[in-house]
């Protein structure tokens, strides 16, 4: 287990360790209210792709473990591998440490959404959610429960240009007799049925990606990753470890290759759908596409992600709050028992409905 020595921020006032404020922007000390600006230098620099990928050291992360000695109360905390920011369990003091992996991260989006206003944000969502189970809304009250953390991302940028060929299926309708049985007597009838006339078809769609995100943290679900975009990665800033007091942070375990291959995937889909806008109709096939890349390039940066969990029937949940725009997405369980008391209020309803109709048959001539 490696040693590694905590930033000091250290107040000027009062020597207490100071916390980045989201709402001031600044570091911020919490005893005595003093603060201490942080320039805010934009940057949004980034690399070749293919240089960034030649480099063989992406292709083997090994997280180490470190102790780290607290600026605050002196005490030793063991860091697990790849957490470089989190806090003191003594004193709460908070603790930033060196990022251990080759690359470090150039840049970083800083929070902007407070403690509070995630808190207010995440009580709407829960309280929004249908057969939620009743011990869920627990959580409103239970500030502990979010947690800040800066995630590492790898965002990738290239200029597209794609060949297809597919076809292209156009509706129309047509009369068709359909011969039935009614009261003992043959009947027939005469309905439209939808067809597809199918053309065949080729051409050409462009896009251009700008900083398609990718985390580089495999610990939590893409899909649940995916529904708290879009970030704002205009307004990263130049990587700076006074963003991160007070929160914690990790870095990548994914290898870029790794992310690549994802950002690759999801590319594709978007071309995909352009594609078929392209071809336009009612229905498309999509035969093939030659996707062609160019001006392919990628950063590393830190966003900032609002987490709380819940463990409920022996399995946990977790939900995530975007920490620049407020965007929330959560896996969520159900609570059966409501959902069963719904169902007995529907087909009472119903049965009450069809009761009534009963009754008018018999009493109203």
Known sequence: MREV???????????????????????????????????????????????????SHWESIEGVQRSVHCPGCGASRKLEAFVVAGECEYCSSPLVTEFCNPEKPGTILPFKISRAEAHEIFANWIGSLWFAPTRLKVLVDKYESLT???????????????????????????????????????????????????????????RKFRDLPIAADDTIPMALIERIEPWDSSSTRESDKRYLSGFYATEYNRALSQSHKFALEKMRRRIEYDVRRDIGGDEQRVFDMDIHYKEERYRYTLFPVWSASFRYGG??????????????????PYSYIKIATAILVV?????????????KEIFIP
């Open 347 to 359: 087909f009472s309803i119903l049965a009450v409905i069809a009761y009534w109709d009963n009754i």
């Open 5 to 55: 020595e905590a930033e000091d921020f250290g107040c000027e006032g009062c020597g207490s360790q100071m916390r980045y404020s989201p709402a001031r922007m600044e570091l911020l000390c919490e005893y005595c209210g003093n603060s201490s600006p942080i320039e805010r230098r934009i940057d949004r620099e980034s690399e070749e792709l293919q240089k960034a990928l030649a480099r």
């Open 148 to 206: 800040g953390y800066y995630l590492p991302f790898h965002l990738f940028s290239a200029d597209t240009l794609t060949l297809y060929k597919g076809e292209r299926g156009d509706a129309y309708y047509e009369n068709e007799v359909v011969a039935r049985v009614v009261n003992g007597r043959e009947e027939s009838s005469v309905r439209k049925v939808r067809k597809i006339r199918w053309s065949p078809v080729n051409g050409m769609v462009s």
């Open 315 to 332: 399995k946990e949940y977790r939900y995530l709050i975007n920490g620049f725009n407020g965007r929330v997405s959560g896996e969520r």
